[in-house]
């Protein structure tokens, strides 16, 4: 195992209300991302961080944001959430390697639904 | 726009016959791919990856090839065995994505008994 945990892997919560899942890693990873879920879609990269304090954005990053202050942790955050961001989402780590190689390594996955 | 397609979404193989999975992608700058396997109400795990200085690239029962000319790679499972059936997302990445990861719809693998 990768060394990932996920918290909360399930929530159920109503719209417009602040959601925020969270990412812990005890594989000192520099790379920390946040996928999406949904059928027909795959898997869409919401963030990612390349270290403390340092994050990115992914394709679909609009209604959501992100926080990293240390290394192991990496905190996704809804502020308003919306029915149409009920999915499952995936925390997956990545270590620097000196090529440009270098696979992900998932969580178990937070499945959160929006009433 | 997806840069990286799988256009079955689901396939059936008979228990010891070749399963052959397919993806496809846009962007020529992607150098480095990958392929995921996924139960349900678990995470991705990772499967194999090709570089793209290569054609081939074997690990057991799984091999990857990639034709970069039609920006096509396949995953073939031989042989195949129940416990391959799963959801197989291919994933890549570019000189010009940085960090970024693209991955595939996925396709659902039933191996038959």
């Known amino acids: 195992d990768a060394g990932i945990t996920q918290s909360p892997r399930h929530k159920v919560t109503e719209t417009g209300t602040p959601v925020t899942l969270r990412c812990h890693q005890t594989?000192?990873?520099?790379?920390m991302y946040w996928y999406r879920q949904d059928p027909g879609h795959g898997l869409r990269l919401i963030h990612y961080s390349y270290g403390v304090k340092d994050t990115d954005k992914g394709e679909v990053s609009d209604g959501y944001s992100v926080s990293r202050s240390k290394t192991e942790d990496f905190l996704l955050t809804l502020e308003s959430a919306t029915s149409s961001q009920t999915s499952v989402y995936f925390c997956?780590?990545?270590?620097?390697?000196?090529?440009?190689?270098?696979?992900?390594?998932f969580g178990e996955g937070s499945r959160l639904t929006v009433l | 726009d997806q840069q990286v397609k799988q256009n079955s979404p689901s396939l059936s193989v008979q228990e010891g016959r070749i399963s052959i999975l397919n993806c496809d992608y846009t962007n020529s700058m992607f150098d480095y791919f990958l392929w995921y396997k996924k139960y349900p109400a678990e995470g991705p795990t990772f499967l194999i990856s090709i570089s793209s200085i290569k054609d081939k690239n074997e690990d057991g029962r799984f091999t990857v090839f990639l034709n970069k000319s039609a920006k096509h790679l396949s995953l073939h499972i031989v042989p195949s065995q129940p416990g391959d059936s799963a959801v197989y997302f291919c994933a890549a990445r570019g000189r010009n994505t940085g960090n970024q990861f693209y991955f595939g719809t996925g396709t659902s693998l039933t191996v038959i008994p």
């Open positions: 997956a780590i990545r270590g620097s390697t000196g090529t440009n190689t270098g696979e992900l390594f």
């Open positions: 594989e000192n990873h520099r790379y």
